[in-house]
């Protein structure tokens, strides 16, 4: 991991256990609920520490990712946006690279249907990359799924994304790929909490695909002017794969920010 995240995420943990305080079920969900209609900014890392078939090799993608709820025909929506700052393998001859990666957005409807909320529309990727191996050279669209179940003592749902290129640079790959992200948070006293959120990951395209697991744990705490901070960090270990090139060991953690409306 690079050696200025692991000194950010360090401070920001350290923060965290001074200012935090107990806080109620109601806030501890929402501050982890990603259909909650607050505007929200996010700081996020994805550290992949080791590729199966690839030896001696890591890659590192920075995520600035927010959300804005809004209303369109009536219906209450979710916005999100996620932009990487992506670091490669260091593969020969190549080496290694940092620069921007896609682009990716998704706009959901929100309904709610008894005790469950539900989120559905489509998504988009812009091949927004500032190098080949940043990003796939391919606009692609698709659909994304949320369905969300607060409970008293924490959450359960998902996330299901499915895109497909359909323009772009015609020396890169097709791409078709589907995700899904089961989401569960155990609530714990104090606004700690734990967590499982690892993203599962098909090429449909290339006929690879692996899953992870993680096991993680986060706090919790609201600080001036009513901003709510979520800090969190997520070891993922793949546990079932085929094909080489895919991670085998991930690292997820970051800090998730809300702002009252």
């Not at 804005?68 to 929506?77: M, T």
């Not at 097709?174 to 992200?181: E, F, G, V």
Request: hydrophobic share 40%; charged share 15%; net charge positive.
């Amino acid at each position: 991991m690079p050696r200025p995240t692991r000194l950010l995420f360090a401070s920001v943990l350290s923060v965290a256990c001074v200012l935090a305080h107990a806080q109620s079920a109601d806030d501890m969900n929402k501050a982890n609920n990603p259909l909650a209609p607050t505007i929200g900014l996010n700081l996020q890392d994805q550290y992949v520490g080791s590729y199966y078939g690839l030896d001696d090799v890591d890659s590192n993608a920075f995520l600035l990712r927010g959300t804005l709820p809004h209303k369109a025909l009536g219906l209450p929506q979710i916005f999100r946006y996620t932009l990487p700052v992506a670091t490669s393998p260091n593969i020969a001859p190549k080496g290694r690279t940092t620069n921007i990666g896609d682009l990716n957005v998704f706009d959901v409807a929100v309904f709610k249907a008894g005790g469950v909320e539900i989120g559905i529309g489509p998504q988009l990727t812009v091949p927004s990359a500032g190098s080949d191996r940043t990003g796939t050279g391919k606009w692609q669209a698709g659909v994304a799924t949320l369905v969300i179940s607060p409970k008293p003592w924490g959450i359960i749902g998902g996330l299901v994304t499915w895109q497909r290129s359909f323009a772009g640079s015609r020396r890169r790959a097709t791409q078709n790929n589907l995700q899904a992200q089961p989401l569960v948070i155990y609530n714990l006293p104090r606004g700690w909490y734990l967590r499982t959120t690892a993203t599962w990951t098909w090429d449909l395209e290339g006929g690879t695909h692996y899953i992870p697991v993680g096991v993680g744990t986060g706090r919790v705490w609201r600080g001036k002017g009513g901003v709510t901070y979520n800090l969190f960090a997520e070891p993922q270990f793949t546990v079932a794969r085929h094909g080489d090139g895919v991670p085998q060991f991930q690292l997820f953690f970051g800090l998730n920010m809300q702002f009252p409306m």
